[in-house]
């Protein structure tokens, strides 16, 4: 009797914190105050103000969602990864036609510090957002890599970092979060 109560304890703690987790990534805020980044292949711009991260995102797909949200850059703290809130800074991406490489600027970072650098889809009508890639993981379906990610963007000194590039998945079906 008492393996079939530990058993059950067990269940019960493991779907509880499934559930936790999705219920934690369904913020209803919609995000509509950050310019969208341009479309460049070069991402040329080496420019550093302050604490803040710069790269390029490659998109390994074109099964972009074209209406009801936008693509988000997002950094969070790592050691508040997964995360549980909304992320420190973000940027917007601007899907133009068939292209792939999109560069980014996460500015206005809140302190020095390792971060976690995501690309997601944010839903105009809020609710979960699906996360299609992670920096050092890429897409990489993994839930050691999810949630331990073997990369991160480190702000030192209030210097920012770049060529914090990665590739993604555009297809919201093939999320890795």
């Not at 995360?83 to 020095?112: E, H, K, M």
Request: net charge positive.
């Amino acid at each position: 009797m008492k393996k079939t109560f530990l058993k059950h304890l067990g269940l019960f703690v493991i779907v509880a914190f499934v559930g936790i987790l999705i219920n934690s990534c369904g913020e209803d805020t919609i995000i509509t105050n950050n310019p969208p980044t341009t479309p460049d292949t070069a991402c040329t711009d080496s420019t550093l103000t302050g604490r803040m991260i710069k790269g390029r995102i490659t998109f390994v797909d074109t099964n972009f969602v074209r209406s009801g949200g936008v693509y988000l850059i997002s950094a969070y703290p790592k050691a508040s990864w997964p995360p549980t809130s909304g992320p420190s800074a973000y940027d917007t991406v601007r899907i133009n036609g068939t292209n792939l490489n999109y560069c980014y600027t996460l500015s206005n970072l809140p302190a020095d510090g390792a971060y976690v650098v995501s690309v997601g889809f944010r839903k105009n009508t809020g609710g979960q957002s699906p996360i299609m890639s992670i920096f050092g993981c890429d897409t990489l379906h993994s839930f050691t890599c999810l949630f331990s990610p073997s990369d991160s963007a480190v702000i030192s000194g209030g210097v920012g970092v770049r060529y914090i590039n990665m590739i993604s998945w555009s297809d919201t079906a093939k999320k890795i979060f």
